[in-house]
């Protein structure tokens, strides 16, 4: 099974509206990261948060991450249509050099 | 160079046919990663490098499959006797180890 699941898989907000995106994992981590897809091509890197770390902000974009819980989650702000893309997490697992594991990503779609 | 390059970006081949897919990751960068998507998935790990140290295959499919790496630059994915299911988009990513990943754009095979 996947290292890192996300949920929910789909989500669908108005503009201007928050949303929120949520990685589970099942071992220890290095450090975590989010990605953003568009059009199913290349990704772009968002944000890494280390696991000593707790919280992170970047602009509009806050992440958590509690390692009690193996959680993470992303947090966009104020979304516009432009957010509109599939969002990953990638776990970088701890005593496997830099192997990074992708979850399933989640569809956003923000309405204008 | 500036960013990630793979090529071919299109490949149509015939079941039974080989494949190369190259990547050309950023100058100075000592890891390089390869991911396959399937349409609408997440990513698939596949291989990772990371400087002189043995790659970590654990993620390649079956032995049809093999990746080398020339000089600790230029990536080669090689996929023997082509099947259906090998359809997909292959992406190579490199990054400063341990941090984020730099994506390029793509390779989108298709076995006929």
């Known amino acids: 099974s996947q290292q890192g699941e996300e949920d929910p898989q789909a989500l669908s907000i108005q503009e201007g509206e928050n949303a929120t995106m949520n990685c589970s994992y099942k071992t220890s981590i290095n450090n975590l990261q989010w990605y953003r897809q568009n059009s199913g091509r290349g990704l772009v890197h968002l944000i890494l948060?280390?696991?000593?770390?707790r919280e992170k902000h970047s602009g509009r974009l806050r992440v958590t991450l509690d390692t009690s819980k193996k959680s993470s989650s992303l947090l966009i702000t104020a979304s516009r249509a432009a957010d509109t893309a599939s969002y990953f997490c990638?776990?970088?697992?701890?005593?496997?050099?830099?192997?990074?594991?992708f979850g399933q990503g989640t569809e956003l779609s923000v309405k204008p | 160079g500036a960013g990630v390059s793979q090529s071919p970006s299109n490949k149509v081949t015939e079941k039974g046919k080989d494949v190369e897919l190259r990547c050309d990751p950023i100058?100075?960068?000592?890891?390089l990663y390869w991911y396959r998507q399937s349409l609408g998935q997440g990513l698939e790990f596949l291989i990772y490098?990371?400087?002189?140290?043995?790659?970590?295959k654990s993620g390649l499919p079956s032995d049809r499959f093999s990746a080398e790496r020339t000089g600790g630059s230029v990536s080669t994915l090689t996929i023997q006797r082509t099947q259906q299911e090998d359809s997909a988009v292959y992406l190579c990513?490199?990054?400063?180890?341990?941090?984020?990943?730099?994506f390029g754009e793509g390779s989108r095979l298709t076995v006929l």
């Open positions: 948060i280390r696991s000593n770390e």
């Open positions: 990513a490199s990054s400063f180890f341990p941090g984020e990943l730099f």
């Open positions: 490098f990371q400087g002189n140290s043995a790659p970590d």
């Open positions: 100058s100075g960068h000592t890891a």
């Open positions: 990638a776990t970088m697992i701890y005593n496997q050099g830099g192997k990074l594991i």
